[in-house]
């Protein structure tokens, strides 16, 4: 493993374990509270960090590295580690654990697949797009020779 690598995976992995830890406890705390408020701040705010934190991540990478590859690497390990956990978390909790927690009748459709593939589809690309953008911007702020 190159250097380079290193840093980009060290920094992806750093901000997305945290992003994926914030996510997972704002869910079920917000589950154990039976407080629809609750879960729609927890999501907005966890929607707002998937871009900012990747974006950190790619800037820190590329800024250590001199290579803007390395943000884009870095947002792109950031949001896999959040899709993984955010999967494992609702396969865990009952599928029904939202309905019940908007107080929904009991004929409303289930989320399906197609729901958490978007989701999921979602998180890797603001991970990938604000990486990239981080890592340009890291670039800049270098310490290091570019032509190397």
Same mark, same amino acid.
């Given at each position: 493993?190159?250097?380079? &690598?290193?840093? =980009? !995976?060290?920094?992806? /992995?750093?901000?997305?374990? @945290?992003? %994926? ?6 869910? #079920? ?19 707002? &960090?998937?871009? =900012? !934190?990747?974006?950190? /991540?790619?800037?820190?990478? @590329?800024? %250590? ?6 943000? #884009? ?32 009748? @009991? ?42």
């Amino acid at each position: 493993m190159t250097p380079k &690598l290193y840093s =980009a !995976l060290k920094w992806g /992995a750093l901000f997305g374990g @945290a992003l %994926a830890l914030f996510e997972t406890l704002g869910y #079920l705390t917000s589950l154990r509270s039976q407080n629809l408020a609750d879960y729609q701040i927890s999501e907005c705010l966890s929607l707002m &960090l998937e871009a =900012a !934190l990747p974006f950190v /991540a790619g800037l820190l990478a @590329a800024r %250590a590295t001199g290579d803007r590859v390395s943000g #884009l690497i870095a947002g792109i390990t950031a949001g896999l580690i959040v899709v993984v956990i955010n999967t494992v978390t609702e396969i865990v909790v009952p599928a029904d654990a939202l309905v019940k927690l908007a107080d929904l009748p @009991a004929d409303t459709p289930q989320p399906t697949i197609l729901d958490a593939l978007f989701f999921r589809f979602t998180t890797l690309g603001l991970g990938a797009w604000f990486g990239w953008i981080g890592g340009r911007m890291g670039v800049l702020t270098s310490r290091r020779d570019p032509d190397r």
